[in-house]
């Protein structure tokens, strides 16, 4: 694979030895380290996680694992994007000197059977739809944590219980990171950016526009005074079935903290949706947030 002399590809970690070697080596030099946990396939939304890790870290490691455990045995697990010489390419481009990208026996050892119960905000939205979801991702992200030992890790908000479900497992175990939650990035016709989006044919791909356009009305009737989470719950409905998006999961707004569900925003909410586009599993959401009137 051809690269720049200037951007080097990473050097690719494929055993927790190594990679604790490599951690090591980078705490002796005194680095802060920042950890940027992917399951490859990776685009815009990810390399925008790169970027602010090397803002604000002295080195970012990548991690590219396909994690089995966050799958049920009727998802996409199989067809899952594998685009390791790709990722490799763009991660050279931000100049990431490391990439752990270990083999499944690794993580899961002949044997394995210790898992994370994840805290109390897996359980409503995706906890209900996928019930083994969050123990699979908290237990990887846990063993991830425990092997690069970062000071910081990185998270994108298009995945936004995922990131709350981390942090409340962090705070609650003691676990001396720091977790960051950044900004969704969009593609220019507003989809989120999400490593399934590949799977849309240009049909699909029109029909998922609606879950953007139907956070944006959310917003504009936030924005202009509307506090009734029913109404704002029935709008973001009634655009994505206006889409004839074929399946609804949910279309929501919620707590941000606690996720339970609102009948009025009454400080800072979020509207998240989760649907299915053709086969695709697609989700999006929006914050809230605005000053309450006292008077």
Do not use: W
Request: net charge negative.
């Amino acid at each position: 694979m051809a690269t720049d002399a200037s951007h080097p590809i990473p050097h690719l970690i494929s055993t927790i030895d190594e990679l604790r070697a490599t951690v090591a080596s980078e705490r002796q030099r005194g680095r802060r380290i920042g950890l940027v946990p992917t399951m490859g396939a990776l685009h815009a939304g990810h390399l925008s996680l790169i970027e602010i890790s090397n803002q604000e870290c002295d080195v970012t490691i990548a991690t590219i694992f396909v994690n089995p455990k966050q799958f049920s045995p009727s998802e996409d697990l199989d067809k899952y994007p594998r685009t390791i010489e790709r990722d490799l390419e763009l991660l050279s481009r931000l100049r990431v000197p490391f990439v752990f990208a270990p083999k499944e026996e690794q993580i899961y050892p002949t044997g394995f059977s210790t898992f994370v119960e994840p805290p109390s905000v897996a359980l409503p939205l995706e906890g209900e739809l996928r019930p083994h979801h969050f123990s699979g991702v908290a237990t990887v992200v846990l063993k991830l944590f425990n092997l690069v030992q970062a000071d910081v890790a990185y998270f994108g908000q298009k995945d936004y219980q995922q990131t709350l479900v981390i942090r409340r497992m962090v705070e609650d175990l003691g676990i001396p990171i720091t977790i960051r939650t950044c900004p969704i990035i969009r593609e220019q016709d507003g989809l989120a950016m999400s490593s399934r989006n590949c799977y849309l044919s240009p049909e699909e791909r029109v029909q998922a526009l609606s879950i953007s356009r139907a956070l944006r009305e959310a917003r504009r009737l936030v924005d202009a005074g509307e506090r009734d989470a029913g109404k704002i719950r029935s709008t973001l409905r009634h655009v994505l079935e206006q889409a004839e998006i074929s399946k609804i999961e949910y279309a929501q707004v919620v707590d941000r903290e606690t996720l339970e569900e609102l009948d009025r925003i009454e400080d800072s909410a979020i509207a998240l949706i989760a649907v299915q586009v053709g086969k695709t599993r697609l989700i999006d959401n929006c914050l809230f947030e605005y000053e309450v009137n006292s008077s």
